[in-house]
């Protein structure tokens, strides 16, 4: 009896897989390949990044699917969630760090460089002796007119739109938490689908953003500095969008198939976290990216 105690307080430890091995492959492929494409290698780069993309969903899958039999067999334990609780809280701590280096960049771009390239300084004579005909306004695109005129998204259409959706999914998310808390399966579930649906409209509304952009405004990633930030920090932001909903699909998958209780759901927690961190990053980018 003894024995079988301190077994089951052990660590758990996974037997050796190979879908890590094979979902690095997989990544190599779709990211090469992605990128020999985006340099105009247009013959096999595409068929290469497809197939690396479908290995990455399938090697998920497979990889998603062992965890959920590891859990839902009671394999892991009070220690083993308490070290899957702190790795949640490092990963989005990263992410934070990660849209903190480009809000960084923006706030660098705004308040010294621009003002730098505008003469401001006794140190500093760029606007006579490089460009004269210069002013820092934002946005610009920077000295030389760099990818031609454009104008700005207008922050209060489809910006604002989406800042809607976003804020009424971190209510949707929230409401489906007291349901599971509550063993309301049906409030879990509808909650659930009505964050996924939310979230698949605002992708659906930043891609008819992106269309009026590139066709409409004349703003692409190559109108200077301020055409670059503003879609590396949407367009990172959008793929945190589609990662957060689909994993919202699974959890929502997970959860009609009986999955979770009101004691045991740090799976869906996980994902509300991450969604709670998503909406937080959107407020951000509409105040300092579309309005100010």
């Not at 929230?174 to 049906?186: C, F, I, V, Y």
């Not at 990172?236 to 004691?263: A, E, N």
Request: charge should be negative.
């Amino acid at each position: 009896m003894a024995t079988h105690t301190s077994e089951h307080h052990k660590y758990y430890v996974p037997e050796p897989s190979p879908w890590p091995f094979m979902l690095t492959v997989a990544l190599f492929l779709m990211l090469g390949a992605a990128g020999f494409w985006l340099n105009g290698s247009t013959t096999v780069a595409p068929y290469i990044a497809a197939v690396g993309l479908a290995m990455v969903l399938v090697m998920v899958f497979i990889w998603f699917r062992d965890v959920v039999h590891e859990n839902r067999t009671g394999a892991y334990g009070v220690q083993e969630d308490r070290t899957y609780r702190y790795a949640m809280m490092w990963f989005i701590f990263s992410e934070v760090m990660f849209f903190a280096a480009f809000f960084g960049a923006l706030f660098y771009t705004r308040m010294i460089a621009l003002p730098w390239l505008n003469g401001e300084g006794e140190k500093f004579f760029t606007n006579v002796y490089l460009w004269p005909q210069f002013e820092g306004a934002w946005p610009t695109n920077g000295p030389g007119n760099i990818g031609g005129d454009f104008e700005t998204v207008n922050a209060w259409h489809l910006p604002l739109i989406n800042t809607l959706l976003l804020l009424t999914s971190s209510v949707t998310i929230t409401w489906a938490h007291w349901g599971l808390k509550e063993d309301n399966r049906w409030k879990l579930c509808l909650g659930l689908a009505a964050t996924a649906a939310l979230g698949a409209f605002f992708l659906y509304w930043q891609a008819v953003e992106y269309i009026e952009a590139y066709e409409h405004l004349g703003l692409t990633l190559g109108s200077g500095i301020y055409g670059s930030t503003f879609f590396l920090l949407t367009g990172f932001h959008g793929m945190h969008v589609t990662l957060g909903t689909l994993m919202l699909i699974i959890i929502l998958l997970r959860c009609l198939k009986g999955h979770f209780s009101s004691h045991d759901h740090f799976g869906f927690e996980a994902v509300a976290w991450y969604w709670h961190f998503v909406d937080v990053v959107w407020l951000g980018l509409f105040i300092f990216v579309y309005i100010l």
